[in-house]
């Protein structure tokens, strides 16, 4: 059974620093692609960044391009979004994501981010 199980997130103020990490397990996930969503109150889930496991290449939405970074750990089957100069505009339920295909697609539970202005 797959796992993801968020933790990091918390309350920070504007300017801040946080970093997020994303336990999986379950399987081998060096053909997935991992990434991190986020959704704010009112509003739809968005992208964040994404990491293919075998190579590391990344990719990040605009929003957070510059400031955050995402990044994995095969050894401890782990994804991190390292989040720097924080806004009040990233406080949302902050989602790790690990997908496959259309059919094998994995959610986390979500870990809250409030970045206090």
């Known amino acids: 059974q797959v796992q993801l199980v968020e933790s990091g997130g918390g309350l920070v103020q504007a300017g801040g620093s946080l970093r997020l990490s994303c336990a999986a397990s379950?399987?081998?996930?060096?053909?997935?692609?991992m990434g991190w969503f986020r959704q704010a109150p009112g509003k739809e889930r968005e992208f964040v960044a994404r990491?293919?496991?075998?190579?590391?290449?990344?990719y990040y939405a605009d929003s957070v391009k510059g400031r955050f970074t995402i990044s994995r750990d095969s050894a401890k089957n782990t994804v991190y979004l390292q989040m720097n100069s924080l806004k009040p505009e990233d406080t949302a339920v902050y989602y790790c994501?690990?997908?496959?295909?259309?059919?094998?697609?994995?959610w986390g539970q979500g870990t809250q981010v409030t970045v206090s202005s």
């Open positions: 994501n690990a997908f496959f295909s259309s059919y094998v697609n994995y």
């Open positions: 379950g399987r081998t996930f060096s053909s997935y692609t």
């Open positions: 990491i293919i496991w075998s190579g590391g290449s990344t």
